[in-house]
């Protein structure tokens, strides 16, 4: 109840006044305030979330454009709160799904109170990163500068990519860090809290994510999905779970639905004999049987919905299509 009420309130109200009457008293000069991971396809906001947390609750993938939602992962200590914003990966759109995620992560800015335009410093500065740091000229709150996968930089190619990617913009602070083997992250977290104004929480404190059960079953499925299939395939899946019921105490009945846009499509996510749809099940019913703590049948079914990256209305249906209020 409390987890559905939060939302709520951050769907009605853009950054929601903190609820009243479900927290204990707060120190003087506790600190709480909205992060946004910024940046394009790729770079590791996602692996970066999970690691600041010290739980997934984002998935990840290789593939560009894993991240569609934006999805809000909540830092608790003593004295302060963060809540990080993961952002779908900024990128020149080809289709309306594309639109809807960029709208996506640029409706999270006007909430924040930093921003973290995260790159990957092993590469070269991309036109992608020339675009992100574009959308966050006039942004109106901090911005860090975030040197991800610093361990797979050559120690002689760091200042010279350091340099590279502040030229993109003018930042307030650079730090470098490896989402992937937790270098720099416990300094990370004590500089985003210094960006923070006084105030109480947001969340309780028990309270990692914003995002529903039903949400993250739906996730791992895509995830599972996207690991296990090649070609155009990722890009036109959306994953829909249509019913979650209690067998026994011990067993919990979810049935999904992989969406596809094309009868070819609907082919290879089945596989020869039903293989490749077996691997998938068999991927996302561990990982959900781990998240839940419980056993899990796990019933999936592939539909096609041609177009449907395109179709507003399907949009609508599968949580990527945001309202004019969200974005304005």
Same mark, same amino acid.
């Given at each position: 109840?409390?987890?559905?009420?939060?939302?709520?309130?951050?769907?009605?109200?853009?950054?929601?006044?903190?609820?009243?009457?479900?927290?204990?008293?707060?120190?003087?000069?506790?600190?709480?305030?909205?992060?946004?991971?910024?940046?394009?396809?790729?770079?590791?906001?996602?692996?970066?979330?999970?690691?600041?947390?010290?739980?997934?609750?984002?998935?990840?993938?290789?593939?560009?454009?894993?991240?569609?939602?934006?999805?809000?992962?909540?830092?608790?200590?003593?004295?302060?709160?963060?809540?990080?914003?993961?952002?779908?990966?900024?990128?020149?759109?080809?289709?309306?799904?594309?639109?809807?995620?960029?709208?996506?992560?640029?409706?999270?800015?006007?909430?924040?109170?930093?921003?973290?335009?995260?790159?990957?410093?092993?590469?070269?500065?991309?036109?992608?990163?020339?675009?992100?740091?574009?959308?966050?000229?006039?942004?109106?709150?901090?911005?860090?500068? +975030?040197?991800? $996968? =610093?361990? %797979?930089?050559?120690?002689?190619?760091?200042?010279?990519? #350091?340099? /590279?990617?502040?030229?993109? *913009?003018?930042?307030?602070?650079?730090?470098?860090?490896?989402?992937?083997?937790?270098?720099?992250?416990?300094?990370?977290?004590?500089?985003?809290?210094?960006?923070?104004?006084?105030?109480?929480?947001?969340?309780?404190?028990?309270?990692?994510?914003?995002?529903?059960?039903?949400?993250?079953?739906?996730?791992?499925?895509?995830?599972?999905?996207?690991?296990?299939?090649?070609?155009?395939?990722?890009?036109?899946?959306?994953?829909?779970?249509?019913?979650?019921?209690?067998?026994?105490?011990?067993?919990?009945?979810?049935?999904?639905?992989?969406?596809?846009?094309?009868?070819?499509?609907?082919?290879?996510?089945?596989?020869?004999?039903?293989?490749?749809?077996?691997?998938?099940?068999?991927?996302?019913?561990?990982?959900?049987?781990?998240? +839940?703590?419980? $056993? =899990?049948? %796990?019933?999936?079914?592939?539909?096609?919905?041609?177009? #449907?990256? /395109?179709?507003?209305?399907? *949009?609508?249906?599968?949580?990527?299509?945001?309202?004019?209020?969200?974005?304005?």
């Amino acid at each position: 109840m409390i987890e559905a009420a939060i939302s709520e309130a951050m769907k009605d109200a853009g950054k929601p006044a903190p609820p009243s009457g479900i927290f204990p008293e707060v120190p003087e000069g506790f600190r709480s305030g909205f992060a946004v991971l910024w940046g394009r396809p790729n770079v590791g906001k996602s692996t970066l979330l999970n690691a600041l947390l010290g739980e997934k609750i984002a998935i990840v993938s290789p593939k560009p454009q894993t991240t569609r939602n934006r999805i809000a992962g909540v830092l608790n200590w003593e004295n302060s709160q963060v809540v990080l914003w993961d952002t779908p990966g900024i990128h020149r759109p080809k289709h309306r799904l594309g639109e809807c995620l960029v709208e996506s992560a640029r409706s999270a800015l006007p909430d924040a109170e930093v921003v973290l335009f995260v790159v990957d410093v092993s590469v070269k500065p991309s036109e992608e990163d020339a675009l992100c740091s574009d959308h966050l000229r006039g942004v109106g709150c901090p911005v860090m500068l +975030l040197l991800n $996968k =610093v361990d %797979l930089c050559p120690a002689e190619d760091l200042d010279k990519r #350091w340099q /590279s990617y502040s030229e993109l *913009l003018r930042c307030d602070k650079v730090a470098a860090v490896s989402a992937l083997t937790g270098a720099g992250l416990s300094d990370l977290a004590a500089v985003v809290v210094d960006f923070l104004p006084e105030g109480p929480p947001y969340f309780p404190a028990d309270m990692i994510t914003d995002q529903t059960e039903s949400f993250m079953i739906g996730e791992l499925i895509r995830e599972a999905t996207l690991h296990l299939t090649h070609q155009e395939i990722p890009y036109s899946i959306a994953v829909t779970v249509e019913e979650m019921t209690p067998r026994s105490e011990s067993l919990l009945y979810i049935a999904a639905n992989v969406v596809v846009e094309r009868d070819s499509q609907k082919g290879i996510v089945i596989g020869n004999g039903g293989k490749m749809l077996r691997q998938i099940g068999e991927s996302a019913r561990s990982e959900i049987e781990r998240k +839940l703590d419980c $056993k =899990v049948f %796990l019933d999936l079914h592939v539909k096609v919905r041609e177009k #449907w990256r /395109s179709d507003e209305a399907s *949009l609508q249906r599968f949580g990527y299509a945001l309202s004019r209020r969200d974005v304005s």
